[in-house]
């Protein structure tokens, strides 16, 4: 799902944000956000994802350009006026209320009767399974129902609009899984706007209808999740998007769609030309490690097949992470899955490796 201009609920126009009037922390941001979408900006630490959805709140203003809810400018609207729900990592419930006080407080700001605030609260505490806690004080709570009850906040005023900033960063790995999917599920129950702030591309990836990467205060790409991964536009979004082989060479050939690139060692391979230009450029090229065979039976007809020593198997459980020398790179990964019939690889082992031409990308060199 994607939004133009015209159709969009969110809207960011040439928005520029500086803390100190010199370094621009958001450059020129246009991006445009369809109703009921879920968008995730996805990025690494200072790359100004979270500055965005700060904007977007209220909580910080604009230095230069709009930004638009539903057509209307919020730059100057404070942020209880935007009608917009809000997770956060700490959760930020209020300690001395019980579950129910801290779910009917907002609805209590925005005047509605004692009748109307106890249904909503009951509802929005069923939507997330919570409905028996809601005479529990926060300190009673685990840190996964004290995120269910912030959830259940954000929701219970009906916001057309929720922003979550990293929610699920204080959760052990199986309970953050376990909640990506309760959120996605809400999200498209509901039919809200959801735009989410994360550094875990596993989490973008999972819950998305789009995602875009942030580095240095500027979208790098901006897409689905699939295409996020299997098009990279650049070596960046391809090594922060999934884990990445990456061989250096020297662009041959090159022709439309096609590249042949010449590696360290030597030898030519086919790829996809994305960023590169000209012969006789450097370049990336990208190769996933659960696209790499080593099995002849399973490779197709047209692979490459380049010489590889083993230098590591590491146990994963569901997949064997084998660690080669390839081609110049002494860290080429390739990813087995575990079955009875699967070859055993030894540290030392010379073997002949592949993968099919387009799963192969030329790519800018970092």
């Not at 969009?8 to 979408?37: C, M, P, R, T, W």
């Not at 977007?56 to 009608?83: C, M, Y």
């Not at 700490?90 to 006080?101: D, I, K, Q, R, S």
């Not at 070596?235 to 096609?258: M, R, W, Y």
């Amino acid at each position: 799902m994607s939004a133009s201009h015209s159709d969009a609920f969110v809207a960011f126009e040439h928005v520029q944000k500086s803390y100190d009037g010199v370094q621009l922390v958001v450059k020129d941001l246009n991006l445009n956000i369809g109703k009921g979408e879920f968008l995730t900006m996805l990025g690494p630490s200072g790359s100004g994802k979270t500055t965005c959805l700060m904007m977007l709140a209220g909580f910080e203003t604009a230095t230069h350009g709009e930004i638009r809810l539903d057509g209307q400018p919020i730059n100057s609207v404070p942020p209880h006026k935007r009608g917009i729900g809000m997770v956060f990592q700490n959760y930020a419930l209020f300690p001395h209320m019980t579950v129910g006080e801290n779910l009917s407080f907002p609805l209590e700001v925005r005047g509605m009767g004692k009748s109307e605030r106890e249904t909503k609260v009951k509802r929005a505490l069923d939507m997330v399974q919570m409905g028996n806690f809601i005479n529990r004080r926060p300190a009673q709570l685990s840190g996964g129902q004290q995120q269910r009850i912030a959830l259940a906040r954000a929701l219970v005023f009906d916001p057309k609009l929720v922003l979550m900033d990293e929610p699920l960063g204080a959760l052990d790995k199986q309970l953050r899984e376990h909640m990506q999917f309760e959120i996605k599920h809400l999200h498209e129950s509901l039919g809200i706007t959801v735009v989410y702030v994360t550094h875990d591309q596993g989490e973008a990836l999972t819950m998305s209808d789009r995602v875009a990467v942030f580095n240095d205060g500027r979208i790098q790409q901006l897409a689905p999740p699939a295409d996020l991964y299997e098009r990279p536009e650049n070596s960046f979004v391809a090594q922060f998007i999934g884990e990445n082989n990456k061989l250096p060479g020297v662009i041959e050939e090159l022709t439309g769609t096609h590249a042949v690139v010449r590696l360290q060692n030597g030898e030519l391979i086919d790829a996809t030309p994305v960023n590169v230009t000209q012969k006789g450029q450097k370049t990336l090229v990208s190769i996933r490690p659960e696209r790499v065979e080593f099995k002849p039976e399973m490779m197709p007809a047209d692979a490459h097949k380049i010489s590889a020593e083993v230098r590591e198997v590491i146990y994963m459980g569901d997949i064997l992470r084998v660690v080669m020398n390839v081609a110049g790179s002494t860290d080429f990964v390739m990813k087995i899955r575990n079955t009875l019939s699967q070859t055993k690889l030894e540290p030392g082992q010379k073997i002949k490796v592949g993968w099919h031409p387009q799963d192969a990308r030329a790519l800018d060199p970092m």
